[in-house]
């Protein structure tokens, strides 16, 4: 009845459930890692208006081991020397814990794949990065578990080659190559899908080059950081943020530290909490902070969170991808309004196409995108498919089983709701819910459109079928019979709105 | 482009992404609250070979604004006075960091629970608990998010009343009660069905009292520590196992620390690496501890983990269980034998009912046990799922659709590999997922001897029917028409194997 206790450090518990982080077998571990690397490398040049480059490299190290070498070069911003320890050896350490869409979430992701790496192969990373073309940081480094700390095993100064600007990390892991390459390459094919103005390269360990060259010339918006909105703030952020203010009242205080809070609304809200707008934000008891609290949680009032930092795909670069990918015979996209949960604004994009290259499918096939990237795994555990699969009837729009349908949605939000660390299922939040309905809806309402004119269309030829190929029959042989010359029947089809054309056009027998 | 880099807490961490960890609407929050509770007061309970008494009491405090107040009280071993304010108020510390079986895992559901109340409620939470009958501690306690440190508000120690030992938390909580109850519901009914030795009382917030007696008297042997299994060792182990030993040479150390590895197998994996059974165990290079987990990756021969340390419900409780609620038509419950995957040893439970109370359903109902927890979430995602819907073709058992079909997994592991910090859906391991597949089919077959036999009595009674209806009619008929008496046609039923027994049983216009 001995029981001991203690504590473990970040990095420790990552170690001990990797599986919660995604890294759960050699072939996922490998789709992790290179999906966290390029994703880095894609917010390190969005958030300095670069058009991002970024080369993947594969190489077997000890192929009877399934041991391989990992290469992620970019052209971003660069790390700073001093930080790049931290910001790769650390768990819980890095640059994205702002109020800003980015892809990563959790400062954990890189750090992750390199203490994979780490465990199953004992080596140690190599990261190189410059922030300024001309010099460069290189470093090796090994991650202390029990401590959550950087060993560096190396670091070296120099002139950055060729005026590179940008990060590389490099790394041995153990991994299954052949298990989860047609994952891989989905995750190339749909990253390009939604990222129009990046170039990706991968090279794998048997020397394939698979290359996406940017369509777009153009870098998107950066989305940039903002004030917390009032709706979602509880008593542990009020308090933050009232330790950390400078203004002298309560009322500026209000008014400076949250977005879409102006003189009246902060007023009342200061009122109905009991308290003075006059008052030192930083002399308020433990009771004052969660009256304030209750008041702004049942004010009801605020204006939505503000959209603008914000970056969705855009339904020019939906549609092109998907028409690029697909071909399909319809498309239907649509860009929902800005909406927000828990104070986070987010946009829902969908997109619903039928025909072309698209599978056929007793439901549908289904295609998620969360700020920018795609989810590939444990789809359905995710909102999109609970709402594509029980809150759209497809049989309403008047899609037959099976059916070359396929859904698309994408979300961009300051933060993700996601269920997992591995960032791959989205949590059903009843505002994005909504929102996905809709969407989905809509494009579903055009696809019915649709679906009817090929119905029409499709009963409209059967019809010409017959009357195109029998009634001149019938023509002749009445004629023959009466012993009369065959008479036009053009003037008759012609009447019931059958032209040369069609009879042209239509299909089967009659075509 | 100034970017700002910084590290953050485990438990600002969670607090930021609540959501991972279960806690993300009101409704799942409280669910999650009390199942993580409930789980460490049966843990507390097993170490200790104790039968559990759980009392947990949900009152309504601000029903306006949604706050109840969550008691949690059990009969276990309790917690050292010194160690209650670190063990409830940070993250990650806790006494489940063992190679053993327990229900929580990741030592930090209950934690989460009160980190949950702070931040909607700002209130402290109250920790009383006493490990000897004599003594009690009283805690009342926050949590320092940035800092991941208990804030003591306020500690007393007085006579446990009533000799009471055990713990008992209690705190305020942000809650959806109407949108949990089923939920909540099922959790205890469902908790019942694989612990029958303990008591269960739970009383809502509307005094409605849900009480489980215990229908063992007999508490489970307590799941017990074990050495790590060589399998599934990796370098970052390894090396701490090394820096532990106080074994003099390598030799002693491999046999003293894994278990199953007797003197053969030591001195064949440390040959394997290059190394002599002779040397120091601290004196190992790096390469050589490389070199050494290598050799025991590819060793191939050790024997399977022990599963001593594990305590699976049991074929007789997990059928008296479901007897108990479904009182099915067709019961069959099968338990594998042990298995491991990555050095931790598991066993599979399975079964399969048919008719009483169960639900029609189009594919099955599913019920999803681990270490003796139900999982009420995220279906889908689970490994049972993706066997039980793509592994197994229920028409070849001779399945009908609709059909009142239940299907129950239970697994017991030293480490269940969870896919997320909620503890709601187990990754598809590839060893689990072959032993469920067994454990479902081999059910499966049965169901279909169980099935055949019905199709052919309902075919028999069909016949039955005919017979039993038109030949005494035919009889009569033939009687009037020849003017004789009218013949008994039991013999000839009886020819027929139709007994009078039989006449009455059989159903339809006969019957």
């Known amino acids: 009845m ?36 390029v994703e880095n490398a894609l917010d390190a040049a969005e958030v300095g208006r670069i058009l991002p480059e970024v080369l993947v490299e594969l ?74 073309g001309k ?42 190559y052949t298990g989860s390459r ?29 290359h996406y060259p940017p369509s777009v010339e153009k870098p998107p918006e950066p989305p940039t950081e903002t004030l917390p909105h009032p709706v979602g703030v509880d008593v542990e952020m009020m308090t933050r943020l009232l330790s950390e203010t400078s203004s002298k009242t309560l009322q500026s205080f209000m008014t400076s530290s949250f977005q879409k809070v102006g003189d009246k609304t902060a007023r009342e809200v200061i ?14 008891s433990h009771e004052q902070v969660t009256a304030l609290v209750n008041s702004m949680k049942t004010y009801g009032k605020f204006r939505s969170p503000d959209p603008t930092p914000l970056s969705p795909v855009g339904k020019e670069f939906l549609e092109a991808g998907i028409r690029k990918i697909f071909n399909p015979d319809f498309l239907h996209v649509v860009q929902r309004e800005p909406s927000s949960y828990g104070g986070h604004p987010f946009i829902v994009e969908a997109a619903v196409a039928y025909g072309g290259s698209i599978p056929l499918s007793e439901t549908f096939s289904l295609y998620r995108f969360a700020n920018k990237i795609p989810l590939l795994y444990d789809e359905r555990a995710d909102v999109a498919w609970k709402v594509a699969e029980e809150k759209v009837d497809w ?34 939040r009843p505002e994005i819910e909504r929102e ?58 012609k009447k019931l709105g059958i032209t040369q054309e069609d009879i042209k056009k239509a299909p089967g027998e009659g075509g």
């Open 2 to 37: 001995e029981v001991s206790f203690k504590a473990i450090s970040p990095s420790e518990f990552f170690y001990k459930n990797r599986d919660i982080a995604g890294f759960s077998s050699p072939a996922r571990s490998l789709y992790m890692s290179i999906r966290e690397l």
């Open 59 to 132: 190489a077997a190290e000890e192929e009877d081991k399934g041991v391989y070498r990992l290469r992620v070069v970019d052209n971003g911003i660069g790390v700073p020397g001093d930080k790049i320890p931290s910001a790769f050896a650390t768990v819980l350490y890095g640059s994205k814990y702002g109020f800003k869409q980015s892809r990563g979430t959790f400062g954990l992701g890189g750090t992750m794949a390199l203490l994979y790496g780490q465990i199953t192969t004992n080596k140690p990373a190599k990261v190189s990065s410059s922030t300024d």
């Open 135 to 176: 010099t460069m940081h290189v470093y090796e480094l090994m991650i202390d578990v029990v401590e959550n700390k950087p060993r560096i095993i190396s670091s070296e100064k120099k002139p950055s080659p060729n005026g590179w600007r940008g990060t590389a990390v490099e790394f041995s892991l153990e991994a299954d």
């Open 182 to 210: 047609p994952k891989i390459l989905d995750y190339f094919k749909h990253t390009a899908i939604v990222n129009p103005h990046a170039t990706l390269t991968f090279i794998d360990s048997r020397g394939r080059m698979y």
């Open 271 to 284: 009122e109905t909490a009991g308290l003075k707008p006059a008052v030192s934000p930083k002399k308020l």
């Open 395 to 428: 049989s309403n729009y008047k899609v037959p089983k099976p059916a070359p349908l396929a859904v698309f949605t994408s979300i961009c939000s300051t933060k993700i709701p996601y269920k997992t660390v591995g960032k791959e299922a989205i949590a059903d």
């Open 436 to 493: 996905l309905t809709m969407a989905i809806r809509e494009c579903g309402r055009n696809l019915k459109l649709y679906l009817s004119r090929i119905e029409k269309r499709e009963a409209a030829a059967k019809r010409l079928t017959l009357y195109s190929k029998y009634l001149p029959m019938i023509a002749e042989f009445s004629a023959k019979a009466a012993d009369v010359k065959k008479p036009d029947v053009k003037p008759l089809l």
